[in-house]
C-alpha cells in the first residue's frame, strides 16, 4: 500500500483538484459495457451509466482522506443521497481521530459516489484536534488499511500546522502542486523550510505544475527558476493544463474518456497518476 499526501500552504494550486482527478485515474475502474465506441453523451463529457457493480473490474482500491476543512474533496466524492440527509452521522475525520481505539478508522469509512474509491470525510470538528506526531500513521497501521487498499491519497489544508507533521508523516510520498507563479514560488520555499525541519530533508517529495497554458514562455521562465531552486528531480513531467475540461470534470463530475476532445487532458492526468503511484495508470475506458 502507498500512502500519497498533497500539500501546499498557498491556496488555489488546485491540491484538491489534483487529488480527484489522480484518485479517480488510479482506481482504474473497467466497465464491460463501454466496449462499444465512445457514445455522443461521452464525446461531450458525460459519462454513460453504469447497469451495476458486475459490470466493472476494479484493478486498484483507493481510499481517499480528507483533512481539509474547506471540504472540497469530500463535497465531490460524497454520495448525492448524503448531502441533505446523512445516515452515517459521526462518520467523519474527526469522530475517527478523536476514538480511544487506535484500530478504529475502517468504522469511519464510507464508500464515495465512485466505484472503487471509498471515502474518510472532513469535519469542521478537526479544528479542535490536538494532532501529535504519530496520530495519523499508527491510526493507519493498527487498522490494517493494507489489508483493504493499494493507494491512499490524503488532502490537507492550504496552511501548515501539527495535523500536517502527523498527516505527512504518514505518507509514503509528498506532492505540492504549484502553479507557474512568484507566489507560489515564495509560498513553495515557505514549506520547504517547514518540510525539511519537521519531516526530513531526504522526504519524499515532489512538485508538478497546474494551470498549465500552452506556449507560454512566462510560465516557461517560471518552470526553469522552480526547478533550479529545489532540484529538477522533484518535479513530475505530467502537467494539469489550464482547461474548462477540468472544471467540467470537477464541478459536474463528468467523466474523462477517449474521446478524441479529451485526448491531451487525459494523458495529463493518467501520467501525472502513474509518476505518482509508481504504477502505469491508463484505464481502459472512462473514469
Known sequence: MKTIGFVSEKGGTGKSTSLILVSRATAEQVCEL?????SVDLAEGRGQELSSEADIKLTNRVLVID?????STTMHFLPDDLREQDPYGKKHVAAAMTDERDDNLRDYIIASSYIGI??????????RIAFTQNLIRNKIRVS????????IFIDTPATYNPLHISAL????????????????????????TWINQDISEDADWHFFFTRMKPE???????????????????????????????KNTIDRKYAISHARIFMDFRAAVCGLASEMTGITVNPKECF
Not at 490494517?144 to 493507494?151: A, I
Not at 505518507?171 to 515557505?190: C, G, Q
Open 34 to 38: 463501454c466496449e462499444q465506441e465512445a
Open 67 to 71: 483533512l481539509d476543512t474547506l471540504g
Open 118 to 127: 471509498d471515502l474518510l470525510r472532513c469535519s469542521d470538528s478537526i479544528r
Open 144 to 151: 490494517k488499511l493494507e489489508d483493504f487498499y493499494d493507494f
Open 169 to 192: 508523516t504518514a505518507v509514503n510520498t509528498i506532492v505540492t502542486p504549484v502553479n507557474p507563479s512568484l507566489f507560489d514560488y515564495s509560498a513553495s520555499e515557505h514549506l520547504k
Open 216 to 246: 507560454n514562455d512566462g510560465q516557461s521562465e517560471y518552470i526553469r527558476m522552480f526547478k533550479q531552486r529545489f532540484g529538477e528531480e522533484r518535479f513530475y513531467s505530467s502537467m494539469i493544463p489550464d482547461s474548462i475540461k477540468v
